[in-house]
């Protein structure tokens, strides 16, 4: 997954529009730079192509600048980012031989997409029915499972990644198809929840009350605009180290899950990444129902969300042959709750 510093970076520079200039290498522990300073730059020398030692401040960096800069220019550096490496957007230089600033294709791109309207962060199954959709009373659960995982690998949040993987042989050609960006448009529109304005044949109108009226999603010639929000959506998971998914689980049943990635120290008492899964179901017997599971080093955490009282009792009942049946598995369960649930909608 890419860093958010380094999205980050990216979105500076195409709000910017500005070539973005990296340090390239360490730099004083004694250095003080902070996100927004500007200095005025003095190009000392060439190291090699593309490297130049450059005063910036007090300090002395090398600094990969375009190749057309020369010795002695005098530069105008702002810093966009401390990490993962100092890294600076650059405004002007006194050669006359240096390019006017540009935008690169993948900054152009994303100054695009900011200027989108915002979207839900949620994707859907490019399929309307249902995961499960055996006969039997409760669904097998390795079946349902192995059914959520593929939803989520399809979804085409991850196309990129599994393009890699199938060069290098490990992923075939049919899963390869099945995700979003190799289906028809009028499939991937359904179900992203797209309707196409008749009047206008390059425009769509998202049904998202996140929208207000009047707001449209423009073209971009670089961007299928059936695929437009699936790439907001790669972004969103990005930046905010989280996906969520929603659709149905069977017949008649939505659910809301959510998977999402939090660093070291966020937890008291933990080390390491820990990873949260969280599910929402309202359910027709049990009414509105969260779960949340918590992995980390130490094991597994438990939360459970009801909001009938009756279910909050049934759930806490029940907690202990939950438990009982992770451990059996060799799954360690640090704890266990059964909390009241609250919409926070």
Do not use: C
Request: no cysteine.
């Amino acid at each position: 997954m890419i860093p958010a510093d380094a999205l980050n970076s990216l979105k500076a520079l195409a709000l910017t529009q500005r070539p973005l200039v990296t340090a390239t290498s360490a730099i004083s522990a004694s250095a003080t730079f902070e996100p927004g300073q500007k200095f005025q730059a003095t190009v000392q020398s060439q190291l090699a192509p593309g490297i130049f030692k450059v005063q910036v401040g007090d300090q002395l960096l090398q600094l990969q600048l375009p190749g057309n800069i020369r010795t002695g220019d005098s530069i105008t550096l702002q810093v966009v980012s401390l990490l993962p490496r100092l890294t600076f957007s650059m405004a002007a230089s006194t050669n006359p031989l240096s390019t006017p600033d540009q935008l690169s294709a993948t900054s152009r791109l994303l100054s695009s997409l900011t200027q989108q309207p915002m979207e839900k962060s949620f994707v859907r199954s490019t399929s309307s029915a249902p995961l499960w959709t055996g006969a039997a009373q409760f669904p097998d659960t390795p079946e349902l499972a192995g059914k959520l995982h593929d939803a989520l690998s399809h979804s085409g949040l991850f196309y990129e990644s599994h393009q890699a993987q199938w060069l290098a042989g490990s992923r075939n050609t049919a899963q390869l198809l099945q995700e979003p960006q190799n289906l028809p448009a009028q499939t991937v529109r359904a179900a992203l929840g797209l309707t196409e304005r008749p009047s206008q044949s390059n425009v769509d109108t998202v049904n998202s009350a996140a929208i207000t009226p009047g707001q449209q999603r423009i073209a971009i010639p670089d961007i299928p605009d059936h695929l437009q929000k699936l790439v907001q959506q790669q972004l969103h998971a990005l930046e905010t180290r989280q996906v969520q998914w929603q659709g149905q689980v069977w017949l008649n049943q939505e659910m809301s899950w959510k998977v999402r990635e939090e660093p070291p120290g966020s937890t008291a008492n933990e080390a390491g990444n820990s990873w949260i899964t969280e599910i929402f179901l309202n359910l027709p017997s049990l009414g509105e129902v969260t779960a949340t599971l918590r992995f980390s080093l130490n094991g597994l955490s438990i939360k459970l969300d009801a909001a009938e009282s009756t279910t909050r009792s049934k759930l806490a009942n029940a907690s202990s042959t939950l438990v009982t049946a992770l451990s059996e598995r060799s799954i360690s369960v640090i704890s266990s709750v059964v909390t009241q649930h609250h919409d926070n909608t």
